[in-house]
């Protein structure tokens, strides 16, 4: 059994070619947030658009970020990402680099 959980948004720095899905909501969170280096799969569709993120973990820790159904995807790839931790040790947000390359994350993504 995994967690699915959907993001409450995303945004493209096209300066950096960083894509942040927030999932805390919070914006003062962010601030509070301590940062990690971590492996996760890209799950794309057939164009490469981003449908999800998957954590990884075991069991009930196994965590998925959702931005379309899982019938969308296509394609899978495995990337280093920075994934932000509230105090409580939740994701509260994952930065991806390259982002424009790996996921198209300068047109509009067709799940939000």
Do not use: C, W
């Amino acid at each position: 059994m995994l967690r699915e959980e959907r993001p409450k948004g995303l945004s493209y720095d096209s300066n950096g070619d960083l894509l942040t899905i927030n999932l805390s909501g919070d914006p003062a969170q962010a601030a509070k947030s301590h940062p990690k280096s971590a492996r996760v799969t890209l799950l794309l569709d057939s164009a490469g658009h981003l449908v999800g993120v998957d954590l990884g973990g075991d069991g009930a820790r196994r965590l998925v970020v959702m931005l379309g159904q899982h019938e969308d995807v296509s394609d899978t790839r495995e990337v280093s990402a920075m994934v932000h931790f509230d105090g409580s040790d939740a994701p509260n947000a994952i930065v991806i680099s390259n982002a424009r390359r790996l996921a198209h994350a300068n047109q509009k993504n067709p799940y939000l």
